[in-house]
Structures are given as structure tokens and as C-alpha cells.
């Protein structure tokens, strides 16, 4: 190679002494590679914080217990009405509903459109949402009309010494 | 020629099993079944390893080839 360099004329292939084009094919392979083995690292880390969640959630560190709270008395609530109330924070604001003289249901009212809080129609007996009518079933929660598609989250109530509690907010189940 | 390609293929093949436990892992998480979605993400990580490992041995291999 190198004595050919210096005689005069070069030969024409000689122009492209310098450019080695050999391997260049397995290069762009491996380049390649590295992107997928990259491309699998990316893939582990971001399982990481999904992982550590589901582990946490597992080990019950963040199963969050609220204190039961008080929403109302069974006297002041008559059959088929409701009253609003707000559970586990104070603005989650929610609605409990007296079906019968034995049958409470509570949920968190706001809608699962647009957050609009839902109220309790006693005539039809559904809950509705002002905001673009959508509708509830009052007995599941399941949204029966208009744009919401998941059913409001339910809150599990308890009846102890003539007051009414709530528990907990019920798992949303898909 | 065959061969050459058969690494890539495997680490294309990992990655397609990256993506498949990568939905499932999110969707079990979001379906509360932490255990599932705790063993896809475990798997995830683990294909790591395996993708390197490929990726390292195909160095080797391809070196003494040529
Ligand atoms: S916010 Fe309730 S229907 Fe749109």
C-alpha cells in the first residue's frame, strides 16, 4: 500500500486508498445493537418506580387507612334523601344516600367526566351530573347516561349507635 | 451471513418481550394486581442483563470470525 503512494501517477484506484470501507456493514449492526441493548436499559428503569409501587402497594405501606368519620345521624336523614359530605379529605366531597330504612350507599360525587359534583335525583331516582347530564346508577355507582364512562368510587359506611360513618373508599374495580 | 444476524434477532426478540411485560406490568397495575404487575417489572428489569450478555458474546463472535 504504502509504496504504491509514492509513484507517480497513481493508479485510479489508488484515489480511494484511504477510505476503508471494510466492516462498515458490521459496524451499522452492532451500532444497531447497542441501540436495542439501550433501548432494553430504558425498558428496566422505567419498570423500576412501577415495581417499587406495586411492591409498596403489596406490602400495605400506602394502603391508606382514614379514620372512620362521622357523616350524619340516621335520625336526620330521612329515607330517600341525601346529604353531601366530604371523605377522606376535606375536598373530596361526596354524597351519601339513605335507598331505605336499612340501605345506605355513600360515594365520592364527583363526576368521572369533569369532576362536576353529581347530586341525587329523588324522583328518578338517579344521580345526576349538571354539567352535561351525565348519569348514575344510584345502587352501583355505574354511570348509566351521557359522557362518563367509570363508575363513581364507592365509600363503604357503617351504622354504629344511631350514627352514620364512613369507612373507606371502595378499590375502584375494573 | 445466517448467524451473523441471529443476535440481532435475539435482542429483537427481547425487546419484543421488554414491550409485552412493559403493557402487561401497567395494566395489572392499574387492574390492582400488584403481585403480576411486580413480576412483569421484575422480568423487565432481568431482560436487561440478557440483552447485554447477548450483546457481548456477539462481540467475541464476530472478532474471531473475520
Ligand atoms: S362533568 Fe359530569 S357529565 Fe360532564
Redesign the interface.
Known amino acids: 500500500m504504502s509504496d504504491k503512494n509514492n509513484k507517480i501517477p497513481f493508479n485510479e484506484d489508488n484515489y480511494t486508498h484511504n477510505i476503508n470501507r471494510n466492516?462498515e456493514r458490521?459496524l451499522d449492526?452492532?451500532g444497531?445493537?447497542?441501540t436495542?441493548?439501550g433501548?432494553?436499559?430504558v425498558?428496566?428503569i422505567?419498570?423500576?418506580p412501577?415495581?417499587t409501587?406495586?411492591?409498596k402497594?403489596?406490602t400495605g405501606l400506602s394502603d391508606k387507612k382514614y379514620p372512620k368519620q362521622k357523616i350524619t345521624d340516621v335520625k336526620s336523614i330521612a329515607v330517600g334523601d341525601a346529604v353531601d359530605f366530604a371523605f377522606p379529605g376535606e375536598h373530596d366531597s361526596a354524597i351519601l344516600i339513605r335507598l331505605s330504612e336499612n340501605k345506605y350507599v355513600a360515594y365520592q360525587n364527583a363526576c368521572t367526566h369533569l369532576r362536576c359534583p353529581v347530586f341525587w335525583n329523588k324522583n328518578e331516582e338517579e344521580m345526576i351530573c349538571p354539567c352535561h347530564h351525565g348519569k348514575f346508577n344510584v345502587q352501583t355507582g355505574e354511570p348509566i347516561a351521557g359522557p362518563p364512562r367509570r363508575p363513581l368510587p364507592e365509600i363503604q359506611v357503617k351504622i354504629e349507635n344511631g350514627a352514620i360513618y364512613a369507612v373507606r373508599v371502595k378499590?375502584?374495580?375494573? | 451471513m445466517k448467524h451473523?444476524?441471529r443476535?440481532?434477532v435475539l435482542?429483537?426478540a427481547?425487546?419484543m418481550l421488554?414491550?409485552i411485560?412493559?403493557q402487561y406490568?401497567?395494566h395489572q397495575?392499574?387492574?390492582?394486581h400488584?403481585?403480576n404487575?411486580?413480576i412483569?417489572?421484575?422480568i423487565?428489569?432481568?431482560?436487561?442483563p440478557?440483552?447485554?450478555i447477548?450483546?457481548k458474546n456477539?462481540?467475541k463472535g464476530?472478532s474471531t470470525n473475520?
Open positions: 466492516n458490521k449492526r452492532r444497531f445493537m447497542k436495542l441493548v433501548a432494553a436499559g425498558f428496566a422505567s419498570s423500576l412501577w415495581g409501587l406495586a411492591a402497594e403489596l378499590r375502584y374495580e375494573a | 451473523k444476524y443476535n440481532v435482542l429483537l427481547v425487546l421488554n414491550i411485560f412493559t406490568m401497567v397495575y392499574f387492574f390492582e400488584y403481585k404487575s411486580l412483569a417489572a421484575i423487565n428489569v432481568g431482560l436487561f440478557i440483552a447485554f447477548i450483546y456477539d462481540k464476530v473475520e
